[in-house]
């Protein structure tokens, strides 16, 4: 049974920093593309960032420059470092598994929340 746990969300003040986890079990964690989304209240959920298996990156435009997806496939965990945050970061952060090529599906986390106030 595949098991996305995300931790690290919290109160941040603009400007700050957070670090976000996913830790994977029930899956072969290093074949995976890897995603974290968003969603704030009242609007659909949003890429974020993914990372491949092979360890390519890719951001939302909103992101860029701040965010840094990085993955561990020896503790099977995907990160979501964010620095320089606003207020408009503030949302629930999911954790996805991408399908592997060919096949419909994937995988999410529960979601941790994100909220950027002073």
């Known amino acids: 049974q595949v098991q996305l746990v995300e931790s690290g969300g919290g109160l941040v003040q603009p400007g700050g920093s957070l670090r976000l986890s996913c830790a994977a079990s029930?899956?072969?964690?290093?074949?995976?593309?890897m995603g974290w989304y968003r969603q704030a209240p009242g609007k659909q959920r949003e890429l974020v960032a993914t990372i491949t298996s092979g360890g390519t990156t890719n951001y939302a435009d909103s992101v860029k420059g701040r965010f840094t997806i990085s993955r561990d496939n020896a503790k099977n965990t995907v990160y979501l470092q964010m620095n320089s945050l606003k207020y408009e970061d503030t949302a629930v952060y999911y954790c996805?598994?991408?399908?592997?090529?060919?096949?419909?599906?994937?995988?999410w986390g529960q979601g941790t929340q994100l909220t950027v106030s002073s």
């Open positions: 996805k598994r991408d399908p592997l090529p060919g096949f419909s599906g994937g995988s």
């Open positions: 029930g899956i072969t964690f290093s074949i995976y593309t």
